[in-house]
Structure formats: structure tokens, C-alpha cells
């Protein structure tokens, strides 16, 4: 079948480049090679990156002397899996050391072409910088992934995330540009920009959207109140990253059934651009699939960073293979998912995550000897007629932890959903789980991410 396409380091792509239109893949040998011969062809860029870091960066450099590793001994999976796992403690470390943007950057300053970051509204905001040739291999990243999505040059991408620090909406962008499209980077987040967004899609029916899926939804509102069908779009699909939900089956049919379209998930870490490495396909749409030969991704078992074998949950842990630039090499991502092997209906022969990632470890609610994840909540209340939006309120009263839902409803489905949402939690969550009904509208709407886990126990004290 010949060599991999475009296959070096550090990566350079043709610019000029576009598939036959027929064609489902960008690169048809790279994308459905047999996975042994292209994890082969993966553990040889490795060893590249790992000397190209150890050779420019005083970070990776200290971190592996410190662990006695010599990286010219990493020649085996088994003894990849040996190199210390990056944590976001340490970059920030990194930063607060050697400002501003920390002693992993491995480029001249000089080369160094976008600049964007956390908020830091949790802590210490994370620089990420971007060299300019970088930037370009994201973009062809992204078209190429934008491509097994469906999307083609020439068709209108509107791009409804935040334009600032946040990076999905300037990488969905950048991949749009590259696939030749037409780009409408609309952004969100100011007061009234949802109600003029239902006036431009109206008006401009995009092929292909972006946004995160909390902000879908709340579009699909904001389109009834002004009296139009979103179905009237035409928005070909619909693809989402920045949070949870475009994997979860109740979240993903809403979306679905308010557009009429398509919905893709993809992303990983803002850290690991080009975040859309995961991503469904148009003949895969469940799930994402893992594009091995532009990030390295592992499932790990999450004390000791070591793969699970297929069929088994665990953290991501992510590699680049083609970032100069604050490259990250076993990166520790604290998500949570589960990663099958198998066959793929569009023909990639990539692992694939089914319920994509599912949730982050630090927002799994530990409750009475079990683990709850707040999407498996959003799935049981958004399947009941009358939902609106909920908050999940954890409380500790003496030694007994409490879980209550207080969830939207319209006063006529009140008591049905109550009964509805207090047995379908005690199935899926285990516990007995409290429901709450307030009055439609008490819950502010997204306009970005949604946050509708608030923990008021102190966990200074033991139960």
C-alpha cells in the first residue's frame, strides 16, 4: 500500500493539498493500515519526540534524569509506558518558574505565533503557546478530521464558542480555513448574541457547527422563543468539544431531534491542540475514534499510568506526535473513558472511545461507598417529559452524605416526573436519590460550558 503519507518530524504538510472529493478518507493508507504496522511506525516518532524534547526542553530534561530513565532505552510499548506521566501541577509549576510560558516550550521565542490560556478562575491560569508552524499542522490536523466528518471545501462552518483564551472555537476555525470553507466565527457569551444567532443561521443555513453541546441546547431554546424551527437551519452536523455530552445518549438525541442533524463528538485537552485527535467520523458517528498517528492516546489505569486492555475504563493519557512546541509527552488527562478495538463502519482502523469521555475523576461524586457520574444523572432526567434543567446538590448531615436533584419542570408533569426521576436515579446511581421540583427558568442557561454539580460538603471533616 506504499509508505504513510506525509509521514515526518518534525511535520510539514502540503498546503496545497485536498482529497479526491469522493474520497472518505484524507490520508486513505494512513487512516485504514493495519494497526500493528501503524503503531510500529508510531514507537519510532516517539523515540524522535522524546529526544527532540529531552535535547530542547530543561523540563523534560530534569523530569527524566530525576526518574533515571534513558530515553534511548525507550525502544518497546512496555518500556514507553515507563516514562513518567506530565501533570497539570507540574506545567503550571513549570510556568510559575520560568514565566510565561514555562521551560517545555522547545522553540525560539521568535517562532512562537498564538497565545492562549486557562481563565485561572480555579487557580493559576496555564499559558499555552503556539509556534507558527505549528499552528499550520494543527489546521491540517483539524481539516483532515473535519473531512472524515462530512465536511467539505466550500461549505459554511459556523463557529458559535468563545473567541478569547478558550481554544476549541480558534482550532474548529483554523481546520475550517485549511479545509477551504466558509468560516462564520460568530463566537458566543455576550448578552443577546443567542438571539441574533438564531437571525444568522436563519439566514446563512451552515453545513457544519460548532459549539460546546450545552450551548446547542440552550440555542434550541432560545430559537423556540423566537418563533423559529431550528430544523429550518439545515445544519448538516453538528460537532462539540469543551465538555461531556455529545456522547450521552440522552443529550446527543436532544440535540438531534431540535436541529435535525448530525452529531459528532470530539476533543481532548486544550494542552494536547490539535484537540480534535478524538473524533467520530460520518460512517463511525458514535463514540470517537482515536486518530493514532496525529496524538498518541492511551486508556491508563490511573495509579500507575499503565494501558488497560481494550474493553477496559481508565484515564486518557495523550503523546503528541507532531507538536515542536510545548509538546506534551504522556500527558495525564484525570478524565475518565473506555476504549474498545474493533471495526469501524467508515474504515479507519482506530481504537475507539464509545461513550467518549464521560466525565472528569474530580467531579465523579464519591457517595456511600459509590461513584456517580453527573452525565448518568443528565441521561435519566433529560429522557422524562417536562425536564428543563437541573442542579445535583450533595450535603452532608452529621456522618451521612446526601444527594439531591432539583430539577426544571412544568407544574402539570410535576408529580409524574418526580415519580419518574426518583426511581430511574435509584437504577442507574444505586442509591436512593432525593428530587426536588422547582418552577421552569430558575436555572441560569449556558452560554458555554454547564456546571450543575454543586458539592456543599466539607470534606475537612470525615463522615
Not at 402539570?412 to 416526573?417: I, K, L, M, P
Amino acid at each position: 500500500m506504499g509508505q504513510m503519507e506525509e509521514w515526518h518530524f518534525p511535520a510539514g504538510y502540503d498546503q496545497s493539498y485536498l482529497p479526491d472529493p469522493d474520497s472518505p478518507y484524507w490520508f486513505p493508507h494512513r487512516e485504514t493500515m493495519d494497526p500493528a504496522e501503524r503503531d510500529a511506525a508510531v514507537l519510532v516518532r516517539l523515540q524522535e519526540v522524546l529526544r527532540y524534547a529531552y535535547d530542547r526542553s530543561p523540563f523534560y530534561r530534569r523530569k527524566y534524569d530525576e526518574a533515571g530513565l534513558d530515553i534511548g532505552d525507550v525502544t518497546t510499548w512496555e518500556a514507553f509506558e515507563q516514562v513518567p506521566v506530565v501533570t497539570k501541577e507540574e506545567l503550571r509549576a513549570s510556568q510559575e518558574n520560568a514565566p510565561p510560558f514555562g521551560d517545555y516550550v522547545c522553540v525560539d521565542d521568535a517562532e512562537l505565533h498564538h497565545i492562549h490560556g486557562t481563565s485561572g478562575t480555579t487557580g493559576t491560569p496555564t499559558a499555552f503557546a503556539m509556534g507558527r508552524r505549528d499552528w499550520e499542522v494543527i489546521a491540517d490536523n483539524h481539516a483532515r478530521i473535519l473531512w472524515g466528518m462530512g465536511v467539505r471545501p466550500g461549505d459554511t462552518v459556523f463557529v458559535s464558542a468563545l473567541f478569547s483564551l478558550y481554544l476549541g472555537s480558534w482550532g474548529a476555525m483554523s481546520g475550517a480555513e485549511r479545509l477551504r470553507c466558509k468560516v462564520f466565527p460568530y463566537g458566543a457569551g455576550a448578552s443577546g448574541m443567542t438571539a441574533r444567532a438564531v437571525q444568522w443561521l436563519a439566514r446563512t443555513r451552515p453545513k457544519a457547527f460548532y459549539s460546546t453541546p450545552s450551548y446547542a441546547l440552550r440555542l434550541a431554546e432560545v430559537a423556540e422563543q423566537e418563533k423559529v424551527d431550528p430544523r429550518e437551519f439545515g445544519i448538516d452536523v453538528m460537532f462539540f468539544s469543551g465538555e461531556p455530552g455529545a456522547s450521552v445518549p440522552s443529550v446527543r438525541k436532544a440535540i438531534e431531534s431540535a436541529f435535525d442533524t448530525r452529531v459528532v463528538d470530539c476533543g481532548t485537552m486544550a494542552e494536547m491542540t490539535p484537540f480534535m485527535s478524538a473524533s467520530a467520523t460520518a460512517g463511525s458517528p458514535d463514540g470517537m475514534l482515536l486518530w493514532q498517528d496525529i496524538v498518541w492516546h492511551e486508556v491508563c489505569d490511573p495509579d500507575t499510568f499503565r494501558t488497560v486492555p481494550y474493553g477496559s475504563e481508565g484515564t486518557p493519557v495523550y503523546t503528541h506526535l507532531e507538536r515542536t512546541s510545548q509538546p506534551m509527552i504522556r500527558l495525564a488527562s484525570n478524565d475518565l473513558t473506555r476504549w474498545e478495538m474493533g471495526t469501524n463502519g467508515c474504515g479507519r482502523t482506530y481504537p475507539r472511545l464509545p461513550a467518549g469521555v464521560y466525565g472528569r475523576i474530580d467531579d465523579m461524586i464519591h457517595i456511600r461507598g459509590e461513584n456517580v457520574y453527573p452525565t448518568e444523572i443528565d441521561n435519566v432526567l433529560r429522557e422524562i417529559e417536562g425536564y428543563g434543567g437541573h442542579r445535583v446538590h450533595v450535603t452532608r448531615t452529621g456522618s451521612m452524605d446526601e444527594i439531591v436533584v432539583r430539577a426544571e419542570c412544568a407544574p402539570e408533569h410535576a408529580e409524574s416526573f418526580e415519580r419518574a426521576a426518583g426511581s430511574g436515579l435509584h437504577r442507574v446511581v444505586g442509591l436512593r436519590v432525593g428530587v426536588e421540583v422547582v418552577a421552569p427558568d430558575t436555572y441560569e442557561r449556558s452560554e458555554h460550558k454547564a456546571r450543575r454539580v454543586v458539592d456543599e460538603r466539607d470534606h475537612t471533616k470525615r463522615p
